[in-house]
């Protein structure tokens, strides 16, 4: 029987803060605090929340019983640190220099690896980032844009669209790097992600305009239209960012983010909003079947996960629109904390090489 390894998880959101506690593979304790947006205003910049996390973190595990004495390591989400390939990483120095000064972009899970850090520094024991949100591994073919000045960048969910892969592979009776995926995220923002013999090789830049539409980003839009707006003068640039990262997609059209109120109204008979929710679906399903030609039809599986695969009606519309292409597998849910458990217990075991950040 192997060794048993126990371990700390900690994810922070821009609204929450997540921890888990697992033992091997099986999960002991999980909580999300959320975080009202009155309290978040309060700082200024994400590094100023770096206490008031930490203590939220110690106050969970206090008011549960949980001894930090007995963690063998702490995982943490990825940041915006520089672009690097999928896998673990020990948190270092370089790392957590680049995430304080957010050379890719400033964000609550920049908090993440310092945090964990900290924590194990104290414990004398290791920390580590799992699939980072900059997971670059693009073909060469897939980074130009159309202007040199401009080149495609991989900004998306690795962590958990590599997880819900790993789940396909086990259920087909193999290993992640055996197959061909397109796995599609759907969640606040949607990622497509063109899974190559275990690497992501396309993916869209869900941060910055890029692909479908979701319930909150817009998506690629029509470059001239944009550039008009920009110049309007109606807008300046800060609030062009927020329009259409946070203020785009569903909450654009419908006034809210939520899948589930959108799915009530369509039931309620509200035509211009299942129309607007069709329309996401037809813009996934052509983001789908623009990876299938990037593996040149060589899919063996299309995964669909994330917190909006829960609904069955918007899985339906994508899957009437992709399954001539592969098999459609669903994975409801964002399983980021087990994948980082999971990235830690890989090492631990000897079944990957812990990373080093440069």
Same mark, same amino acid.
């Given at each position: 029987?192997?060794?048993?390894?126990?371990?700390?998880?900690?994810?922070?959101?821009?609204?929450?803060?997540?921890?888990?506690?697992?033992?091997?593979?099986?999960?002991?304790?999980?909580?999300?605090?959320?975080?009202?947006?009155?309290?978040?205003?309060?700082?200024?910049?994400?590094?100023?929340?770096?206490?008031?996390?930490?203590?939220?973190?110690?106050?969970?595990?206090?008011?549960?019983?949980?001894?930090?004495? +007995?963690?063998?390591?702490?995982?943490?989400?990825?940041?915006?640190?520089?672009?690097?390939?999928?896998?673990?990483?020990?948190?270092?120095?370089?790392?957590?220099?680049?995430?304080?000064?957010?050379?890719?972009?400033?964000?609550?899970?920049?908090?993440?690896?310092?945090?964990?850090?900290?924590?194990?520094?104290?414990?004398?024991?290791?920390?580590?980032?799992?699939?980072?949100?900059?997971?670059?591994?693009?073909?060469?073919?897939?980074?130009?844009? +159309?202007?040199?000045?401009?080149?495609?960048?991989?900004?998306?969910?690795?962590?958990?669209?590599?997880?819900?892969?790993?789940?396909?592979?086990?259920?087909?009776?193999?290993?992640?790097?055996?197959?061909?995926?397109?796995?599609?995220?759907?969640?606040?923002?949607?990622?497509?992600?063109?899974?190559?013999?275990?690497?992501?090789?396309?993916?869209?830049?869900?941060?910055?305009?890029?692909?479908?539409?979701?319930?909150?980003?817009?998506?690629?839009?029509?470059?001239?239209?944009?550039?008009?707006?920009?110049?309007?003068?109606?807008?300046?640039?800060?609030?062009?960012?927020?329009?259409?990262?946070? +203020?785009?997609?569903?909450?654009?059209?419908?006034?809210?983010?939520?899948?589930?109120?959108?799915?009530?109204?369509?039931?309620?008979?509200?035509?211009?909003?299942?129309?607007?929710?069709?329309?996401?679906?037809?813009?996934?399903?052509?983001?789908?079947?623009?990876?299938?030609?990037?593996?040149?039809?060589?899919?063996?599986?299309?995964?669909?996960?994330?917190?909006?695969?829960?609904?069955?009606?918007?899985?339906?519309?994508?899957?009437?629109?992709?399954?001539?292409?592969?098999?459609?597998?669903?994975?409801?849910?964002?399983?980021?904390?087990?994948?980082?458990?999971?990235?830690?217990?890989?090492?631990?075991?000897?079944?990957?090489?812990?990373?080093?950040?440069?």
């Amino acid at each position: 029987m192997g060794k048993t390894y126990r371990l700390l998880v900690i994810n922070p959101g821009s609204t929450s803060t997540k921890i888990a506690v697992f033992q091997n593979e099986r999960q002991l304790f999980e909580k999300t605090i959320r975080h009202p947006a009155e309290e978040i205003k309060k700082y200024h910049t994400i590094y100023q929340q770096f206490d008031f996390r930490k203590e939220v973190i110690l106050r969970i595990l206090k008011d549960n019983g949980i001894d930090p004495d +007995g963690f063998d390591a702490v995982a943490a989400r990825g940041g915006n640190m520089k672009p690097v390939t999928g896998g673990t990483y020990r948190v270092n120095g370089p790392m957590l220099d680049d995430l304080r000064r957010g050379v890719m972009g400033q964000h609550a899970s920049n908090l993440a690896a310092p945090l964990a850090y900290d924590m194990a520094v104290k414990l004398g024991i290791p920390s580590y980032v799992v699939d980072p949100v900059i997971v670059d591994e693009l073909d060469d073919l897939a980074r130009f844009s +159309g202007l040199p000045d401009i080149q495609r960048k991989a900004k998306d969910h690795p962590l958990n669209q590599r997880a819900a892969a790993r789940q396909a592979a086990e259920e087909l009776g193999g290993e992640y790097g055996d197959f061909n995926f397109l796995v599609t995220h759907l969640g606040g923002g949607i990622s497509v992600g063109v899974h190559k013999r275990g690497k992501i090789v396309d993916v869209n830049n869900v941060l910055d305009g890029d692909g479908p539409f979701s319930p909150e980003r817009a998506g690629g839009l029509p470059v001239g239209s944009l550039i008009d707006l920009c110049y309007s003068g109606k807008f300046t640039r800060e609030e062009m960012r927020r329009k259409i990262t946070g +203020g785009g997609g569903l909450v654009a059209y419908l006034g809210t983010n939520d899948g589930r109120e959108v799915r009530k109204r369509v039931e309620k008979g509200d035509k211009y909003a299942e129309q607007v929710y069709r329309a996401m679906a037809y813009q996934i399903s052509k983001e789908i079947a623009a990876g299938a030609a990037v593996l040149m039809g060589d899919v063996d599986a299309i995964v669909l996960t994330g917190g909006l695969a829960h609904d069955d009606m918007l899985v339906g519309w994508i899957s009437q629109r992709v399954s001539f292409i592969a098999g459609v597998m669903v994975y409801p849910g964002e399983f980021e904390m087990s994948a980082l458990a999971q990235g830690v217990l890989r090492v631990f075991r000897g079944e990957e090489e812990e990373k080093v950040y440069i």
